[in-house]
Structure formats: structure tokens, C-alpha cells
Nanobody, 126 residues
Framework: QVHLVESGGGLVQAGGSLTLSCVVS????????LGWFRQASGKEREFVAA????????LYESYVKGRFTISKDDALNTALLKMNTLEPEDTAVYYC???????????????????WGQGTQVTVSS
């Protein structure tokens, strides 16, 4: 059975930092791409960042590029999303997801991800 557990969310002031963690079990990150998505209250889920199974392809959505960093530790089967210079607009529930594709580049499409975590709330105050 596949499980993804996010942690690290919380309340932070604008300009602050948080690091989210996603612990994956049931599949290995060397075979699955991993993505981070977020959903703000009343809005649709949106892509944040992704890393390919081989770790060589990394994608960021434009609104987080330069502020967020995605990484993974294959030995621990864990991924991180380090978020700097947070803005109130970053307030959302953040989800990690994994998907298996026969490509070596990361995907921003949520349809390409098969398993999802329960999410962790990030709140940025102004």
C-alpha cells in the first residue's frame, strides 16, 4: 500500500521560511516522479514543483521559482520542499504526490500523479 505523509506546515510571517517533508512508503522515489501541489481555500489545486525519478529534471511554477527548492533523498524515500521568502499568497494546503511515467523529465500535470498525501497547512501572515 502506498502512503505519503506530509509534515512541516505551520504559521509563519511574511518573509519567513518553512521546509515541508514528504515521507513516501510503498513505492520508491527512484521509480516515481514526485510533485508538490497546493490548494488555497476556494481555489483550484495548482502545481508548485516537481522532481523526476532520476532527480535530473526539476520544475517550478513561476510564482515560486527562486523562492522554493525541491529535493529528495532516495535512501530515505523522502522529499523536501524548502520555502523561503514566503508571501501571504502562498497560504494553502500543500500536497505531495508521486506518479510513474516512462519519461525522465518531471511533470506539472496533476493527472500524471497517482498517489497523494493528505496535505499540510501553510499559513503566511502579513
Amino acid at each position: 500500500q502506498v502512503h505519503l505523509v506530509e509534515s512541516g506546515g505551520g504559521l509563519v510571517q511574511a518573509g519567513g521560511s518553512l521546509t515541508l517533508s514528504c515521507v513516501v512508503s510503498g513505492v520508491t522515489l527512484t521509480a516515481y516522479d514526485l510533485g508538490w501541489f497546493r490548494q488555497a481555500s476556494g481555489k483550484e489545486r495548482e502545481f508548485v514543483a516537481a522532481i523526476s525519478r532520476n532527480g535530473r529534471s526539476i520544475l517550478y511554477e513561476s510564482y515560486v521559482k527562486g523562492r522554493f527548492t525541491i529535493s529528495k533523498d532516495d535512501a530515505l524515500n523522502t522529499a523536501l520542499l524548502k520555502m523561503n521568502t514566503l508571501e501571504p499568497e502562498d497560504t494553502a494546503v500543500y500536497y505531495c504526490a508521486v506518479g510513474r511515467r516512462n519519461y525522465d523529465y518531471a511533470s506539472s500535470r496533476s493527472l500524471n500523479y497517482d498517489y497523494w498525501g493528505q496535505g499540510t497547512q501553510v499559513t503566511v501572515s502579513s
